[in-house]
């Protein structure tokens, strides 16, 4: 009876770990977006250029969306103090890539460049808080203007 006890005890501790395995590797599954790679993917880029300090007589406001999916070559936006490039590839190396390049329009200098390695089997999850997509808002200054631009892209 005693060696029964013990040894409904160890298989008691062994079924309690591969339970608590289980656990662990369900909570630790990537959370996998509702598009997946077999449906087309389009991403949108919605871009605000605005006036950081108002003169009289400056629109206070532009703004622009831009769509891009995998035949698209590359999309550019020309704001007054900025233009703004989009290019979406699909690299045999490094796989699926959204490029975001800002330029200042009058001496072509970039003023930010991002890539965003994006994953074949599954599209981007748009997870940053107030709708700003997968990329989150960022936020670019020109030195010789009194504008900002802003953008962020999703995924749809």
Same mark, same amino acid.
């Given at each position: $009876?005693? !060696?029964?006890?013990?040894?409904? $005890?160890?298989?008691?501790? *062994?079924?309690?770990?591969?339970?608590?395995?289980? =656990?662990?590797?369900?909570? %630790? #599954?990537?959370?996998?977006? &509702?598009?997946?790679?077999?449906?087309? =993917?389009?991403?949108? %880029? @919605?871009?605000?250029?605005?006036?950081?300090?108002?003169?009289?007589?400056?629109?206070?406001?532009?703004? &622009?969306?831009?769509?891009?999916? =995998?035949?698209?070559?590359?999309? $550019?936006?020309? /704001?007054? !103090?900025?233009?703004?490039?989009?290019? /979406?590839?699909?690299?045999?190396?490094?796989?699926?890539?959204?490029?975001? !390049?800002?330029?200042?329009?009058? !001496?072509?200098?970039?003023?930010?460049? #991002?890539? /965003?390695?994006?994953?074949?089997?599954?599209?981007? #999850?748009?997870? /940053?808080?107030?709708?700003?997509?997968?990329?989150?808002?960022? @936020?670019? *200054?020109?030195?010789?203007?009194?504008?900002? =631009?802003? *953008?962020? %892209?999703?995924?749809?």
């Amino acid at each position: $009876m005693k !060696s029964m006890v013990i040894h409904l $005890m160890k298989q008691s501790k *062994y079924l309690g770990f591969v339970f608590g395995l289980v =656990l662990l590797a369900a909570r %630790c #599954q990537p959370v996998v977006s &509702a598009l997946t790679a077999s449906q087309p =993917l389009i991403i949108d %880029c @919605h871009i605000t250029s605005q006036l950081t300090a108002p003169r009289e007589g400056q629109s206070e406001t532009e703004a &622009a969306t831009v769509s891009l999916s =995998l035949d698209d070559e590359s999309e $550019m936006v020309a /704001f007054e !103090s900025f233009e703004f490039h989009a290019q /979406f590839v699909d690299e045999p190396v490094k796989g699926r890539i959204l490029t975001i !390049s800002i330029l200042n329009p009058d !001496s072509g200098v970039p003023l930010q460049n #991002q890539e /965003f390695l994006l994953q074949r089997a599954i599209h981007p #999850q748009n997870q /940053f808080r107030q709708g700003h997509g997968f990329t989150g808002l960022s @936020h670019t *200054y020109n030195d010789d203007s009194t504008r900002e =631009l802003t *953008y962020f %892209c999703e995924a749809r």
